[in-house]
């Protein structure tokens, strides 16, 4: 099953598709923020038994640099075979949608991100036919946001930086500031920071990070109402508490499908409602964001 933490650091692009522009202007590369943001199908199966699926692909209008697809793959280790998959993945996105497409690798890993950032020339080396080049981000490349005013004014950056410095020793004061922004929220804004507590938590993976978020969200569980507020209510409760919990999730899934106009057949309510997994109802939580069908909440990703 692809991890949670794999999840939030593509996904954190499809609820502000705008963080592109503000994330790879780090890199020297500047691209105008987006006008409008649609998201297409990652499914990039043709008709045979080889299945390829971007995790985030985005058909993206700026003003200044017209229309681009922009693929996005979280990456968590060394692949030997991703090169070729993401030469696929560019030569069938041109040749689908007749746009030019980027490609941007978010990697949590320093080693890795390091890796993925090689540029990969295929075909003879006196006349490569086809070039593949990755935007990178990793630790190196997003800023570690500590200023609860500076994680004010962009939540998702704070957000991805988060994730990327999971490991790192400023991690703490990175969620800290996010949680001080994040309280900051109106009223109206509740729903919006669930998202993103939900991409944090999720981002986070398995670290003491995570643990530290945990702490945070004890402190005021009135506010936050994601699912690491739900399970610390529930600690120290009968097995039976914990089924209810994922009762309670399942039926937020279904009212976010609802509220965003989703179509949900009787047979894909009774699989949500039967799930009894956390962390499964958890991705799907987060796929229902932005999933324009339920077979999309559903369906398998690369890892």
């Given amino acids: 099953m692809v991890s949670s933490s794999h999840e939030a650091l593509h996904r954190i692009f499809q609820e502000d598709p705008a963080l592109f522009a503000r994330a790879v202007r780090a890199l020297g590369v ?59 993945y560019l030569a069938h996105l041109y040749a689908k949608y007749g746009l030019p497409p980027v490609l941007l690798v978010v990697c949590a890993d320093r080693r890795t991100a390091s890796w993925a950032a090689r540029q990969v020339d295929l075909g003879p080396p006196q006349w490569p036919s086809l070039t593949v080049r990755p935007l990178v981000l990793g630790p190196d490349h997003v800023p570690v946001i500590d200023s609860a005013d500076e994680a004010a004014r962009d939540i998702p950056l704070t957000v991805l930086s988060a994730a990327l410095h999971r490991r790192d020793p400023g991690a703490d004061a990175i969620l800290k500031a996010l949680a001080s922004a994040l309280k900051g929220l109106s009223a109206e804004d509740e729903s919006t920071a669930s998202i993103y507590i939900e991409l944090t938590e999720q981002g986070l993976g398995k670290t003491p990070a995570a643990d530290f978020w945990r702490q945070i969200m004890a402190a005021d569980l009135s506010f936050f109402q994601s699912e690491t507020a739900q399970s610390l209510r529930a600690e120290g409760r009968s097995e039976g508490r914990a089924e209810g919990r994922a009762e309670g999730r399942a039926e937020d899934i279904l009212l976010l499908l609802e509220r965003r106009g989703v179509p949900v057949s009787g047979g894909e309510r009774e699989r949500i409602v039967g799930c009894g997994d956390l962390d499964v109802l958890g991705v799907w939580f987060t796929r229902a964001i932005t999933a324009g069908s339920v077979a999309e909440v559903f369906e398998p990703a690369e890892g």
């Fill in 30 to 88: 500047t691209f105008a923020e987006p006008v409008s943001a649609v998201p297409l199908t990652t499914d990039l199966t043709e008709n045979r038994p080889v299945e390829r699926r971007v995790d985030t692909l985005l058909r993206m209008e700026t003003s200044d640099n017209g229309s681009f697809l922009l693929a996005v793959e979280s990456q968590g280790k060394q692949d030997p075979d991703k090169h070729a998959s993401w030469a696929y």
